[in-house]
């Protein structure tokens, strides 16, 4: 008991519908995923039993057994026995188990009545059990166990007021477990929980495929489940890229109304050109981007959601095993395409220490959200300006598939480095059923993400935007010429220092530059190179994208040849897929691998590798005649 009310730990396997109950009892917004690893830390919440007593809730990380090594398991076990520092042992345990599975999930509820504390079973999802043909006897299940059992589901909100009366005060006893004294507990758990499926979860006798069932035969079909899965990539790049263009047009217009509104309102000075072209301008540059980055986190909350995305994780286990993971790390490696820092802390339910530590090293080259301005500003410049359909959506794909099989085969000579592990792990993935997605949960997640892109729009952004405008304003020439205006500032210094060393890589000293303040935040380069190009800003957003693409296609070299060729952007585009360019990222990385070592390595390696890369394009295709 802490702070004066008791304690109760919310214990279950992945797909169980666990955090989703968490939700219902806190109101909390904790994410809900349907594949291990979504939820890695114990998040708290408090509830209140309908007689007004107040309980603190603990959603404890979803696994599959409290006996193995993965830190998840680690942190449940530990959070049930009171191992935790500051945190005391919980009062009460409630398990959930999906109706739908029980001969599986009873085990891991046998092992937490083992722990001691008094548990109550949460039998979840009884509707999706009841229409598969199975009859369940909830008050059966109860005796045999000897602990209070409720049906329920907890997507809809029905057995939640029952749940909250099963706690009732005093708290039912801790259970008597008599398969624990067996010689092998294990296997009389596993007998236990068949023996109690048999009399308690009659199946019906003859057997009708599901629904999942069909829709997994082609979706799971050896050829046909690649064929899905990459038309199913295609077309969310595709409808990233055709639908959020009228979104960014709202974004554009408000822009360019603030931009007038300061015009219309203050003096022509510093002052309002600070207000207009570094913040208003080298922000808004950034957040033009937030309706693609929505798009992107909505689909995949939509894959999770609806349960396709364990069948991702099950297709890709074959390749994923050539290269020394596993499917358990595709998950990891899926969730760094939206953002590095969760895909890294999802890596904790990697069993093994070696496959965890590769995976960490190589989530990085998932190009995240925040590469996608970069992306979404040059590609189109390679494709003559076009900025929609299926070709710039194959081209991106290609960029993504580009990372993703260069961190693969890093993951196979880090992992042959490593060597093998000392114990043998298998990869153990539960398919749940396909399901509706949960509209509530997926608003919520993009909601979140959109907020934490707009948060660092209006903090590490701005105040890099800031610097840059001073940097490029000061100090002050006096020539009237924009362009010796900016050779005279501090950027312009910095550009010529910058020059020598980027320049075999097809840059000159503003793109340098513009890539030195993008190692804080990736997104800060599309703003860098509207500021540092001084290219003109309209209320119209097409036009000043248009802008900023034909200002550069513009520029030349001092002899007269295009600075900007196809050959030049593909070499800044291979620059940014494989430069770890995110200090929050490298932040993460030590505290997950439990050393500074591995983030400084990573980060310096990744570095010189993305220069590397690109000097070489540029070089070869320079050679080449490109």
Aim: charged content about 15%; hydrophobic content about 45%.
């Amino acid at each position: 008991m802490e702070d004066g009310f008791e304690t109760v730990a919310l214990t279950g396997n992945p797909n169980a519908g666990k955090t989703t109950l968490f939700n219902a009892l806190t109101g909390s917004t904790a994410k809900v995923g349907n594949y291990a690893g979504v939820t890695v830390e114990v998040k708290v919440g408090h509830t209140f039993t309908p007689q007004g007593r107040k309980l603190e809730v603990a959603d404890l990380p979803g696994c599959y057994s409290l006996e193995g090594g993965s830190p998840d398991q680690q942190v449940a076990r530990q959070a049930l026995l009171g191992e935790i520092e500051g945190k005391a042992r919980p009062d009460l345990a409630i398990c959930v188990v999906d109706a739908s599975n029980l001969e599986r999930h009873l085990i891991l509820a046998m092992e937490v009545m083992e722990t001691g504390i008094p548990v109550i079973l949460a039998l979840n999802m009884v509707d999706l059990a009841e229409k598969s043909g199975l009859r369940l006897d909830p008050q059966k299940i109860s005796e045999e166990l000897g602990i209070p059992v409720v049906a329920m589901q907890a997507n809809t909100g029905k057995g939640i007021v029952e749940l909250k009366q099963a706690i009732r005060h005093p708290l039912p006893p801790a259970a008597d477990c008599p398969w624990a004294k067996e010689d092998e507990p294990a296997e009389a758990r596993r007998k236990t929980a068949y023996g109690i499926c048999e009399i308690a979860a009659r199946r019906p006798t003859t057997h009708s495929g599901t629904l999942s069932d069909r829709l997994d035969a082609f979706f799971l079909h050896p050829v046909l489940g690649w064929v899905f899965l990459i038309g199913i990539m295609l077309a969310v790049f595709w409808s990233i890229f055709s639908w959020s263009g009228i979104p960014m047009g709202w974004i554009e217009s408000a822009q360019g109304w603030l931009e007038g509104l300061v015009e219309n309102s203050m003096a022509e000075g510093d002052l309002r050109d600070l207000i207009t072209g570094g913040i208003i301008g080298g922000v808004g540059s950034v957040i033009i981007f937030l309706p693609q980055i929505l798009m992107l986190f909505f689909f995949i909350g939509l894959l999770e959601s609806s349960g396709y995305m364990a069948r991702a994780a099950y297709i890709m286990d074959g390749l994923m095993s050539k290269v020394g993971l596993s499917g358990k790390a595709f998950l990891p490696l899926l969730s760094s395409f939206a953002c590095a820092i969760p895909g890294i802390m999802a890596t904790r339910t990697i069993d093994s220490a070696k496959e965890r530590i590769v995976t960490i090293f190589v989530a990085p080259w998932m190009s995240c959200a925040a590469r996608l301005p970069v992306y979404l500003l040059l590609v189109p410049m390679l494709l003559g300006g076009s900025e929609a359909g299926f070709t710039q959506a194959l081209v991106m794909t290609g960029i993504y598939v580009l990372g993703t099989l260069t961190a693969f085969i890093a993951a196979r000579i880090l992992r042959g480095r490593l060597g093998p592990d000392e114990t043998v792990h298998h990869f153990i993935l539960e398919l749940p059923p396909y399901r509706t997605p949960q509209w509530g949960y997926i608003f919520r997640h993009v909601f979140d993400r959109g907020w934490a892109f707009v948060r660092k729009a209006g903090t590490v952004i701005l105040g890099l935007m800031i610097l840059l405008w001073a940097a490029q304003t000061y100090p002050k020439s006096d020539s009237e010429d924009p362009g010796e205006q900016l050779n005279h500032s501090i950027v312009g210094r910095i550009s010529n220092v910058i020059e020598p060393v980027v320049k075999p890589m097809g840059f000159d000293g503003r793109t340098g530059t513009a890539i030195l303040t993008s190692f804080a935040a990736r997104e800060v380069f599309v703003g860098s190179m509207a500021q540092l190009f001084q290219v003109e800003e309209s209320e119209d957003e097409d036009e000043t994208v248009s802008n900023i693409r034909s200002t550069l296609a513009k520029e030349t070299w001092p002899d007269g040849r295009p600075m900007f060729t196809p050959l030049t952007v593909i070499s800044l585009l291979i620059f940014y897929i494989y430069a770890l360019q995110c200090l929050p990222t490298s932040a993460v990385v030590a505290r997950e691998a439990g050393s500074w070592k591995w983030a400084v390595g990573q980060f310096f390696f990744m570095t010189f590798f993305a220069a590397g890369a690109s000097l070489v394009v540029y070089q070869v295709g320079s050679m080449l005649g490109f």
